[in-house]
């Protein structure tokens, strides 16, 4: 066996703030959606560079406030970049194994980037 891909599934509740959090903000593809029927729970596929993640509107696919770790490299570039959110606000914290920067989705998921470069520490 060798693993291609890992993908997170996220809880989500409503998909204009799911769209304004990931892509609007974030920068995320939102790449494909799928609903059975026209008004059914919505399950969306979402890419940031090499990092997927999935959301669902599914009750019992995803526990709200779940996290999920990704590793990068540039945040402080791409903290920078960010454009302001009067809702997240978040800041680059040094620790023993890295760079981190933690974001809030509006359903209580968290993204931790973690950067473990040059000069994260």
Request: hydrophobic share 40%; proline share 8%.
């Amino acid at each position: 066996m060798r693993t291609v891909r890992t993908a997170p599934v996220f809880r989500s509740f409503d998909e204009g703030r799911a769209r304004a959090f990931y892509v609007d903000w974030l920068g995320f593809a939102w790449e494909n959606e799928h609903r059975f029927h026209p008004g059914a729970p919505l399950y969306a596929f979402l890419r940031l560079d090499a990092f997927y993640l999935h959301l669902s509107e599914h009750h019992g696919d995803a526990t709200p406030g779940s996290t999920a770790l990704v590793y990068v490299e540039g945040l402080r570039d791409f903290h920078a970049a960010l454009p302001r959110n009067p809702n997240m606000r978040p800041g680059l914290e040094p620790q023993p194994w890295g760079l981190e920067m933690t974001v809030i989705d509006p359903f209580g998921n968290r993204l931790r980037f973690l950067d473990q470069g040059g000069d994260a520490g």
